[in-house]
């Protein structure tokens, strides 16, 4: 009787509809009535929708920054000679920049010393000390002569044969640590130094400017010519130096020029060694001071100086006799026109040339 009941009841809910005729497995998936979204100021998309893949962003290259070091104004570029490439912090921080040894700047209208110091961050002696031969007083600025500017404060030594870091520290009273430290310098240890290469003295200072000369010649209304003979017929001075070349003394030794005199001649004439010695030093850079230079070792007391080459007809540590060649004339580093600059320093101060030369 019961089970009669039940199977009335059932045929009357299949009859009604109420009871699916199927039962799936699984739910459908849900039905988005929405095909096309649209957003303010978004276009629809008309196609269906597809499952997305979270992927993570693209990094956009960044250009490696470095420590700023000084920036100077038109006119200044670092010195084109390289230095050792920074690598990054162990950590993994920024990449440490190497200072240069030294900057090259050129003088403008209206350039004050105090001016260009402060524009580089350092004291103005040392932009004093390191161009003596071109700027010996604060006053005598010339546009268009170039500087050189020291990274650091510190002084700029171009390095001679057998010289050693103990005794170029001496010199300027300074710390060999400290050079051995200055990335720029490359140097390995306190014994490793390479003669004809240049450094910065970093704390480095001039310990004693030579004192004016006592007695300078007063320069005639116009140049004096200076006749040379060859070396093979030259007489030589009691001190036993000869002329290093025929001209005529266009920068007399005095206040506004201390180190040596300056004798007019054509680029690509002979200059002769003044005396016999060893040189100690060949190179120097077109651009500033004494542009390509030579230095000769005579004895333990007189060393003679030649700037301004166009040409070089020695190396480093070759020996000369008086008269050999050491190379031509003519305008390169701070020069208005070709000449050879030349001078005499006894125990490394320079000396008047005029009153050692015949």
């Known amino acids: 009787m019961q089970g009669g009941l039940v199977l009335a009841v059932l045929a009357i809910v299949l009859v009604a509809g109420l009871f699916p005729r199927t039962v799936r ?21 008309s196609e269906p929708s597809k499952p ?51 900057y090259r700047y050129q003088i403008r209208e209206g350039d004050t010393l105090i ?3 402060l524009r580089f961050g350092i004291d103005q002696q040392y932009i004093l000390w390191n161009n003596i031969d071109i700027v010996p007083d604060a006053d005598l600025l010339r546009p268009g002569q170039t500087l050189q500017i020291p990274s650091v404060e510190g002084i700029i030594h171009d390095v001679r044969l057998h010289e050693t870091l103990i005794e170029i520290a001496e010199l300027y009273d300074a710390n060999v640590d400290d050079i051995v430290g200055f990335a720029a310098n490359n140097l390995p240890d306190a014994n490793t130094v390479r003669e004809g290469s240049t450094i910065l003295v970093p704390g480095g200072r001039v310990v004693a400017l030579p004192p004016p000369p006592a007695a300078t010649p007063t320069p005639p209304p116009r140049p004096v010519a200076v006749a040379t003979p060859p070396p093979t017929t030259t007489t030589t001075s009691t001190f036993g130096f000869i002329w290093p070349g025929a001209g005529s003394i ?11 005199i300056d004798i007019g001649m ?3 004439s002979p200059v002769w060694a003044s005396a016999a010695g060893q040189v100690t030093f060949v190179g120097g850079h077109p651009c500033c001071s004494y542009g390509y230079y030579v230095i000769v070792r005579h004895d333990q007391t007189f060393t003679t100086r030649y700037g301004h080459f166009s040409r070089f007809a020695v190396k480093l540590g070759q020996h000369v006799e008086q008269g050999d060649l050491l190379g031509y004339s003519g305008s390169t580093g701070a020069s208005t026109g070709p000449h050879l600059h030349f001078e005499i320093r006894r125990n490394g101060t320079p000396q008047n040339p005029i009153n050692f030369l015949p």
Do not use: C, M, Y
Not at 25 to 45: C, K, M
Not at 76 to 96: C, H, I, L, M, R
Not at 250 to 260: K, V
């Open 25 to 45: 497995s699984a739910p459908r998936e849900p039905v988005l009535r929405a095909e096309v979204l649209s957003l303010p100021n978004l276009s629809g998309v």
């Open 52 to 102: 997305t893949t979270a992927v993570p962003p693209t990094p956009t290259p960044v250009a490696a920054t470095s420590t700023p070091t000084p920036t100077p104004q038109p006119g200044a570029d670092p010195v084109p000679e390289p230095s050792p490439t920074s690598d990054a912090d162990t950590d993994g921080g920024k990449p440490e920049t190497t200072l240069p040894i030294l």
């Open 115 to 117: 001016g260009i110091a």
């Open 250 to 260: 266009t920068s007399w030794f005095g206040p506004s020029h201390p180190l040596g």
């Open 266 to 268: 054509p680029t690509g």
